[in-house]
Nanobody
Framework: QVQLVESGGGLVQAGGSLRLSCAAS????????MGWFRQAPGKEREFVAA????????YYADSVKGRFTISRSNTKNTVYLQMNSLKPEDAAVYYC????????????????WGQGTQVTVSS
């Protein structure tokens, strides 16, 4: 099992940047695929990005491609989401997720979830 703690959310103006971090407990972090989802008020939770165990493959929602970058440090047990050119529609609670199975696209269904961090984008 793995426990996840997100940080880095906050308020940013449209066009700005934020970097989210997710620290994972456990000694087998490198055996977990990691990712990010988000949920805006009144909407369902949606896939944002995911990265495989080794970090060799990444996947993104079409809405964030070219603006967001997911990365991981297996030595720091941390996954990151660099968010650039933020738009008001990016505002949501962002959740870190983990699963021992690698993702093959946006249909990934992770087992483990963090508590979420709020991202607010002002126009």
């Amino acid at each position: 099992q793995v426990q996840l703690v997100e940080s880095g959310g906050g308020l940013v103006q449209a066009g700005g940047s934020l970097r989210l971090s997710c620290a994972a407990s456990g000694r087998t972090f490198s055996s977990y695929a990691m990712g990010w989802f988000r949920q805006a008020p009144g909407k369902e939770r949606e896939f944002v990005a995911a990265i495989r165990w080794s970090g060799g493959s990444t996947y993104y929602a079409d809405s964030v491609k070219g603006r967001f970058t997911i990365s991981r440090s297996n030595t720091k047990n941390t996954v990151y989401l660099q968010m650039n050119s933020l738009k008001p529609e990016d505002a949501a609670v962002y959740y870190c997720a983990a699963d021992p199975r690698n993702p093959y696209g946006s249909s990934w269904s992770p087992l483990y979830w963090g508590q979420g961090t709020q991202v607010t984008v002002s126009s």
